[in-house]
């Protein structure tokens, strides 16, 4: 188990990933993602140990996956080893068939960083080390990481990722910008590939990358690519030769998205969900403000679906047709 990563190198010689995001890659998406890249690696939306330790029900929820998910990575935060290594025990249960563990030590949000969770760990060394060491002990899962280039440019990334290595982390992504650069600043690439000169363990990258051909371009001496936003309402950016889906197969995967959702949560919770969705998957469509208004105030699946297919029979002509030709009406 421990050498899964050095493994999937071997096979794949380049991984891809979906990068995590809250609140928007849950299962339903995740299962669509698959539907369409099915090589790719998914990452889970984050959660805290303590919500997995001390919540059966978020723990069944969030640890439960449809097969068509597999490998599945949980990734978890906290500042606390324990904690990690409670939630390790859990994550690892046979029953959820999970992959491998992921630590979010990148995520730059001021009221986490206050409380010296997620980036805050880059100037907090010696718990970061901690946590790697603590769980490879109490799982035989890989743990893997996710950091970024520094906290403030006063740490030096090639060192903590040394010790990060010879914690037993097994893979490491990095995010092109420090913590306190947030998103806004220009990725710098170049230190990501010096620093794959210095490891043995895989090494991805993360952000500015748009789709696979770009992901392709940037990773050169890296072991693979994650991409995060732009795979939002365009999951075929994970697909090689920068493919261009038919408006028909858009509103295929749409109605496939939208089913997903309401299997996996309950009707109330999903209509809110699937409203920002389906307008990312018709952001191209130069008709899409005549149904923007019933897409973001959908009340149920039967709605949402009946405007789906007013969208099929209004322009049975053009569901050939790519996206991206379509001309404004």
Same mark, same amino acid.
């Given at each position: 188990?421990? !050498?899964? *990563?050095?493994?999937?190198?071997?096979?794949?010689?380049?991984?891809?990933?979906?990068?995590?995001?809250?609140?928007? *890659?849950?299962?339903?998406?995740?299962?669509?993602?698959?539907?369409?890249?099915? =090589?790719?690696?998914?990452?889970?939306?984050?959660?805290?140990?303590?919500?997995? #330790?001390?919540?059966?029900?978020?723990? =069944? $929820?969030?640890? %439960?996956?449809?097969?068509?998910?597999?490998?599945? #990575?949980?990734?978890?935060?906290?500042?606390?080893?324990?904690? +990690? #290594?409670?939630?390790?025990?859990?994550?690892?249960?046979?029953?959820?068939?999970?992959?491998?563990?992921?630590?979010? @030590?990148?995520?730059?949000?001021?009221?986490?960083?206050? /409380?010296?969770? *997620?980036?805050?760990?880059?100037?907090?060394?010696?718990?970061?080390?901690?946590?790697?060491?603590?769980? =490879?002990?109490?799982?035989?899962?890989?743990?893997?990481?996710?950091?970024?280039? /520094? +906290?403030?440019?006063?740490?030096?990334?090639? !060192? +903590?990722?040394?010790?990060?290595?010879?914690?037993?982390?097994?893979?490491?992504?990095?995010?092109? $910008? %420090? %913590?306190?650069?947030?998103? *806004?600043?220009?990725?710098?690439?170049?230190?990501?590939?010096?620093?794959?000169?210095?490891?043995?363990?895989?090494?991805?990258?993360?952000? !500015?990358?748009?789709?696979?051909?770009?992901? @392709?371009?940037?990773?050169?001496?890296?072991?693979?690519?994650?991409?995060?936003?732009?795979?939002?309402?365009?999951?075929?950016?994970?697909?090689?030769?920068?493919?261009?889906?038919?408006?028909?197969?858009?509103?295929?995967?749409?109605?496939?998205?939208?089913?997903?959702?309401?299997?996996?949560?309950?009707? $109330?919770?999903?209509?809110?969900?699937?409203?920002?969705?389906?307008?990312?998957?018709?952001?191209?469509?130069?008709?899409?403000?005549?149904?923007?208004?019933?897409?973001?105030? %959908?009340?149920?699946?039967?709605?949402?679906?009946?405007?789906?297919?007013?969208?099929?029979?209004?322009?049975?002509? +053009?569901?050939?047709?790519? @996206?991206?030709?379509?001309?404004?009406?």
């Amino acid at each position: 188990m421990k !050498d899964f *990563w050095q493994k999937q190198v071997k096979k794949y010689k380049k991984l891809v990933f979906l990068a995590p995001m809250d609140w928007y *890659w849950d299962s339903a998406y995740r299962q669509t993602i698959k539907k369409i890249a099915s =090589n790719i690696f998914l990452i889970s939306e984050f959660y805290s140990t303590h919500s997995i #330790v001390y919540s059966e029900s978020i723990a =069944n $929820r969030v640890l %439960t996956h449809a097969k068509i998910e597999n490998p599945l #990575v949980i990734q978890i935060f906290w500042k606390d080893p324990e904690m +990690f #290594v409670k939630a390790a025990k859990i994550i690892s249960n046979p029953k959820y068939n999970i992959a491998w563990i992921d630590i979010n @030590m990148w995520c730059p949000a001021k009221k986490i960083i206050k /409380s010296w969770h *997620w980036g805050s760990l880059f100037i907090n060394q010696n718990i970061a080390f901690e946590i790697v060491d603590v769980l =490879n002990k109490s799982t035989n899962l890989p743990i893997s990481v996710k950091t970024r280039l /520094s +906290f403030d440019w006063n740490q030096n990334l090639i !060192d +903590f990722a040394k010790w990060l290595e010879n914690a037993w982390c097994s893979l490491l992504t990095v995010h092109w $910008r %420090t %913590t306190k650069q947030w998103y *806004w600043w220009k990725a710098d690439f170049s230190q990501i590939y010096d620093l794959k000169r210095h490891l043995d363990i895989p090494i991805i990258c993360n952000w !500015d990358i748009i789709n696979y051909d770009d992901g @392709m371009k940037k990773v050169k001496n890296l072991d693979g690519f994650m991409i995060w936003r732009k795979s939002f309402g365009n999951p075929w950016c994970f697909l090689p030769w920068n493919i261009n889906p038919t408006l028909r197969e858009v509103l295929d995967i749409m109605e496939f998205h939208a089913k997903k959702l309401v299997e996996t949560k309950w009707e $109330r919770k999903w209509s809110l969900e699937i409203r920002k969705h389906l307008v990312q998957y018709l952001k191209y469509f130069p008709w899409v403000k005549s149904y923007r208004k019933r897409l973001v105030t %959908t009340e149920s699946l039967k709605n949402s679906l009946w405007v789906i297919d007013e969208i099929r029979c209004e322009f049975e002509e +053009f569901l050939g047709e790519e @996206m991206n030709s379509l001309k404004v009406k």
